[in-house]
């Protein structure tokens, strides 16, 4: 059976054949290949993890040692009067860094009843103000989330530029096999459901601190 071809038809094809022969070229031809979408910060990676993670509601303290760290947490547990801290012993890196502080003297294995809870991190990523966890931390993804606090600590020589940075930093890092869960987090819970208000807390800590530690 033979193809009926209308005049119309003949047009579409004529056309088709037209824009194989002088094809049209890209609108953005930045985006094809592997740069990067995002041009890197101008300033500092501590100075844009600042700015962004408070636009995000996060709550941020720069230490120049891990002697000023002690102190500035120890001022914050007496302002807020937190009692009940939650902290992994097994974490033994963290309990070590922690060892001048006042958390050795608030410790709680109530997470479900605890005020703030300390963990570490595996990467900050400056441009979006994210805190990234991982199931390969002993502190996990539980003791961020369902403490109604949050405080992290990170060291300066933890900060990435974008989340691409990040995963390829964490592959390198387990040789290829990712954790089998990450978190990105951005400031605190934010929920807008409620009656289209924005709500925080709903999903996960309230607060959100983050002390970053010079490298040594």
Request: glycine content about 6%; overall charge neutral; charged content about 20%.
């Amino acid at each position: 059976m033979g193809i009926n071809i209308t005049p119309s038809k003949e047009n579409i094809f004529k056309k088709i054949r037209q824009a194989l022969i002088h094809s049209t070229p890209l609108p953005f031809p930045q985006s094809e290949g592997t740069g990067n979408f995002f041009q890197p910060s101008q300033q500092e990676l501590e100075i844009e993890f600042a700015e962004q993670f408070t636009k995000l509601q996060g709550k941020f303290a720069y230490c120049d040692s891990v002697a000023h760290l002690n102190r500035q947490l120890n001022e914050l547990l007496q302002q807020r009067s937190w009692d009940k801290i939650y902290l992994n012993k097994d974490e033994s890196e963290l309990v070590q860094l922690l060892q001048d502080s006042q958390c050795h003297n608030n410790y709680s294995n109530d997470l479900a009843g605890c005020h703030v809870s300390i963990t570490r991190c595996e990467y900050l990523v400056a441009r979006t103000g994210t805190i990234v966890m991982s199931s390969a931390q002993l502190s996990g993804r539980t003791t961020s989330v369902y403490a109604p606090i949050h405080v992290c600590i990170a060291f300066t020589n933890q900060l990435v530029f974008d989340i691409k940075d990040a995963l390829g930093a964490l592959k390198e890092k387990y040789k290829g096999k990712l954790p089998s869960l990450m978190t990105f987090a951005s400031g605190p819970s934010r929920t807008a459901d409620i009656e289209k208000t924005l709500v925080t807390g709903v999903h996960g800590p309230k607060e959100v601190y983050c002390f970053l530690v010079e490298a040594a």
